[in-house]
């Protein structure tokens, strides 16, 4: 399996901004994030057509709870994507997962190799 790391999540006062970064060790044809709330299951935030640094910018998709507010972007000389958040809200309280799947980047479903996560906090 592909390793992925995630980094940048942290504390931050709501309205505020946070970028999160995927480092994956190897090819992934997609790359997602989702995030765990506390008390709910996991859900899909953003994913990417990556193909291994061949990033199709045009194939993205959202959850609905954070279209217009998140974006996610690759960049193919680090092999990491990136996760932008604007106007974080308490609600976004979360821990936030890299994933890695091969088929459908916009069928939640389809990823199965997950990272460590990484923790954002909006009070």
């Known amino acids: 399996h592909v390793q992925l790391v995630e980094s940048g999540g942290g504390s931050v006062q709501a309205g505020g901004s946070l970028r999160l970064a995927c480092a994956a060790s190897g090819y992934s044809y997609c790359l997602a994030w989702f995030r765990q709330r506390p008390g709910n299951e996991r859900e899909a935030v953003a994913g990417?057509?990556?193909?291994?640094?061949?990033?199709?910018?045009?194939?993205?998709y959202y959850g609905d709870s954070v279209k217009g507010r998140f974006t996610i972007a690759g960049d193919p000389a680090k092999n990491t994507v990136y996760l932008q958040m604007s106007n974080l809200q308490p609600e976004d309280t979360a821990m936030y997962y890299c994933a890695s799947g091969s088929l459908a980047c916009g069928r939640w479903s389809d990823y199965n190799n997950w990272g460590q996560g990484t923790q954002v906090t909006v009070s």
């Open positions: 990417i057509v990556f193909a291994g640094g061949i990033i199709d910018d045009g194939h993205t």
